[in-house]
């Protein structure tokens, strides 16, 4: 029989995530901390639960896609949270981006309750969540990752099993370090340039061009090309996910110096109080006063 999928977390990623669930023919029901922004699933077709208690007692699968920790454990823990609902057949889902640490103690915590526990974050932004093209990062058990596979379908076009539950979120972890330092790299080239003479269009042609070339650098051109950073990856989720994996780095005595200075200047566009914008900003960092 067909399960039924309970989305928590109508952000930026959840939203498209949640549609494609719905446009794949699957039977969704979502909810949201703030409801108002559940319209669009409601226009799709999709349940508004009352509550993660409600969601948890009409579905089997409860995926989570929230900013971090502090909002799972509320929708999951807190007053009407989802686990007063868990049991043996429940599948819990977390896509959100979170410390390997926090993952593996989640899937600890969620076992408790007999369920099964998948931790699944993604890499992609809002994009390749709208065109169904994300990569999903998977941590746990095969049996639970089979199970969860055609929802991943929907959502993405990659799945890749990392290892036990913790596994997906240190791939994560590992993905965004990468990612932080890289624009970071390309702005701090562009402002190099700018200072002695090149023009911003020129020298995103010469990276394009050649070996330097990437998906990424191309989806941000327009962004830095026009000086606007409308949100697909907001500064503060970077910021926070550098922590994440700063935090890791230390735990596990990892060295990550690039990481160190990334996250700084991270750090300071949301000090600037322009977290919300896309992390592309970075630019405005290297480039003159935030
Ligand atoms: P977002 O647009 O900022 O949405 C955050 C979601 O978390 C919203 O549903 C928000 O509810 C909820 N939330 C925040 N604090 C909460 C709390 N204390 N209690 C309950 N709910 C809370 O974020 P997003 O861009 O969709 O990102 C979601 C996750 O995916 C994050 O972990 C992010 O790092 C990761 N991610 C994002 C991207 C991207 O490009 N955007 C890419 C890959 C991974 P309200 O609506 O009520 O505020």
């Known amino acids: 029989m067909a399960e039924r999928i309970g989305f928590i977390g109508m952000g930026i990623m959840g939203v498209p995530m949640a549609l494609n669930l719905v446009r794949a023919g699957f039977d969704v029901i979502v909810t949201n901390r703030s409801p108002d922004k559940c319209a669009p699933l409601a226009e799709a077709g999709a349940e508004v639960a009352e ?8 579905a089997s699968v409860i995926i989570t896609m929230l900013t971090g920790p502090h909002a799972v454990d509320h ?46 974050p993604v890499s992609g932004s809002k994009k390749p969540a709208e065109d169904g093209t994300l990569v999903i990062l998977a941590g746990g058990e095969a049996e639970h990752l089979e199970r969860a596979r055609p929802y ?14 913790g596994a997906g979120s240190h791939m994560k972890m590992s993905i965004n370090l990468l990612l932080g330092s890289m624009l970071a790299g390309l702005a701090e080239m562009l402002a190099f340039g700018e200072k002695g003479g090149l023009s911003r269009d020129a020298m995103l042609d010469v990276v394009l061009a050649g070996p330097l070339s990437n998906e990424l650098f191309a989806m941000k051109r327009e962004m830095l090309e026009q000086g606007e950073y409308p949100p697909q990856f907001p500064a503060k989720h970077m910021a926070k996910d550098l922590k994440y994996a700063l935090d890791t780095a230390h735990e596990l005595g990892a060295w990550a110096p690039a990481t160190h200075l990334a996250a ?3 750090r300071m566009l949301v000090a600037g109080g322009r977290g ?15």
């Open 51 to 58: 509550s993660p208690e409600d969601l948890a007692r009409k």
């Open 75 to 120: 929708m999951l823990f807190g007053e009407d949270g989802a686990a007063a609902n868990l049991n043996a057949q429940s599948l819990v889902i977390n896509m959100s981006s979170v410390p390997p640490s926090y993952s593996s103690d989640l899937a600890r915590r969620i076992g408790n309750y007999r369920a099964g526990f998948l931790d699944a």
């Open 152 to 165: 991943f379908d929907a959502m993405g076009k990659a799945t890749i099993h990392c290892g036990p539950a």
């Open 264 to 266: 700084q200047l991270y």
């Open 276 to 290: 919300d914008e896309d992390f592309a900003a970075v630019f405005d960092v290297l480039h003159g006063p935030v």
